[in-house]
Nanobody
Framework: QRQLVEYGGGLVHAGGSLRLSCVAS????????MGWFRQAPGKEREFVGG????????SYADFAEGRFTLSRDTAKNVGYLSMSSLTPEDTAVYSC?????????????????WGQGTQVTVSS
């Protein structure tokens, strides 16, 4: 069964950095675009950023632009979300998702596979 698993969440102080990993279960995911989403308590899930299957094209939500960076290592079937200058407003469960197309989307319903999510907590 194809699946995604996130790693790297945790507690970080404001202004700090964190890198999340999304490990795919098989190499079919190298053909898929990847997206990251987050959901804070009491809020709706929101798009963080997306990366194409070849890793050449990325897109970011406004709040992520300049602070977050998406990348992927197709040889290892892993995607990364590097976050810096974190604030308490970034506290959320972060989830990765894969789409059976080469280009990403900002819409959650366009993704076919989801990880279970990993908690990121930023303290003030």
């Amino acid at each position: 069964q194809r699946q995604l698993v996130e790693y790297g969440g945790g507690l970080v102080h404001a202004g700090g950095s964190l890198r999340l990993s999304c490990v795919a279960s098989d190499r079919s995911f190298t053909l898929y675009a990847m997206g990251w989403f987050r959901q804070a308590p009491g809020k709706e899930r929101e798009f963080v950023g997306g990366i194409s299957s070849d890793g050449r094209r990325t897109s970011y939500a406004d709040f992520a632009e300049g602070r977050f960076t998406l990348s992927r290592d197709t040889a290892k079937n892993v995607g990364y979300l590097s976050m810096s200058s974190l604030t308490p407003e970034d506290t959320a469960v972060y989830s990765c998702a894969a789409r059976r197309l080469p280009y990403s989307s900002s819409l959650a319903e366009h993704y076919d596979y989801w990880g279970q999510g990993t908690q990121v907590t930023v303290s003030s």
